[in-house]
T-cell receptor, first 112, second 115 residues
Framework: GNSVTQMEGPVTLSEEAFLTINCTYT??????LFWYVQYPGEGLQLLLK?????DKGSNKGFEATYRKETTSFHLEKGSVQVSDSAVYFC???????????FGKGTRLHILP | DAGVIQSPRHEVTEMGQEVTLRCKPI?????LFWYRQTMMRGLELLIY????????DSGMPEDRFSAKMPNASFSTLKIQPSEPRDSAVYFC?????????????FGPGTRLTVL
């Protein structure tokens, strides 16, 4: 079946550290891939997306590249800030329906 | 523009009571989703609508849960009777269906506590 697996948290880093959150997927066909972010007390919001192989999504200093050969969509940021503390969800969408399949989320803590 | 609006933001009720959660999607969006989030189970899709028609309700946990979308600007999720294990944050999201690349826009959620 279709699924998303992301690294378990929590992940704790110091400010200005390099961030990687791993995400791999299993899907039939050619999914679109997303990263959503949930700040404390809020709903999820789209951080970035990629719709086909080798596409790179980017936003707010975060990047992720759609790697079909490794079925991965790892999230990276070169220098994290305290304000990046949140829960990050990797997700995939299939063109045949509206549903988005979410991973379990990775909680990120950034220490000043 | 107003985002997805949910009410109430917090609900505390006693076991056995009926609970109704409300959602107003973004104007012009034609798909609406109800999710439940708990620490144990993460984010679960309960049901989604397209053009006010329920498309997939396979995530609805049991008959105590029901959802309606009487028009394009309003949806409800009802739990009757409620149980303590229903305690969770319930999110509504909407999107403009053109393909699965469409962004889902989430509301702020309703935190439900069933005592």
């Amino acid at each position: 079946g279709n699924s998303v697996t992301q690294m378990e948290g929590p992940v704790t880093l110091s400010e200005e550290a390099f961030l990687t959150i791993n995400c791999t997927y299993t899907a039939t066909g050619y999914p679109s891939l997303f990263w959503y972010v949930q700040y404390p007390g809020e709903g999820l919001q789209l951080l970035l997306k990629a719709t086909k192989a080798d596409d790179k999504g980017s936003n707010k200093g975060f990047e992720a590249t759609y790697r079909k050969e490794t079925t991965s969509f790892h999230l990276e940021k070169g220098s994290v800030q305290v304000s990046d503390s949140a829960v990050y969800f990797c997700a995939l969408g299939l063109n045949r329906d509206d549903k988005i399949i979410f991973g379990k989320g990775t909680r990120l803590h950034i220490l000043p | 523009d107003a985002g997805v609006i949910q009410s109430p933001r917090h609900e505390v009720t006693e076991m056995g009571q009926e609970v109704t959660l409300r959602c107003k999607p973004i104007s012009g969006h034609n798909s609406l989703f109800w999710y439940r989030q708990t620490m144990m189970r993460g984010l679960e899709l309960l049901i989604y609508f397209n053009n006010n028609v329920p498309i997939d309700d396979s995530g609805m946990p049991e008959d105590r849960f029901s959802a309606k979308m009487p028009n394009a600007s309003f949806s409800t999720l009802k739990i009757q009777p409620s149980e303590p294990r229903d305690s969770a944050v319930y999110f509504c999201a909407s999107s403009l269906r053109q393909s699965s690349t469409d962004t889902q826009y989430f509301g702020p959620g309703t935190r439900l506590t069933v005592l």
